[in-house]
């Protein structure tokens, strides 16, 4: 299963730089993660100040 970024996000963007597959884009109203593309190796959790991003 795809990691989420919930509602808590900022849109800082700073996840989107440790993303090895280019998974997470801006989305409206906050960043999203594209789950085909997403291969759940948690490398965008702990970049985010606001811990929106989730299994």
């Given amino acids: 299963m795809a990691y989420t970024i919930n509602s808590d996000?900022?849109?800082c963007g700073v996840c989107v730089g440790d993303c090895p597959v280019d998974a997470i884009?801006?989305?409206?109203?906050?960043?999203?993660?594209?789950a085909d593309t997403c291969i759940d190796c948690g490398a965008c959790v702990p970049s985010c100040p606001v811990d929106a991003i989730s299994e």
């Fill in 9 to 11: 996000c900022v849109s």
């Fill in 25 to 34: 884009a801006p989305g409206d109203p906050h960043y999203v993660i594209n």
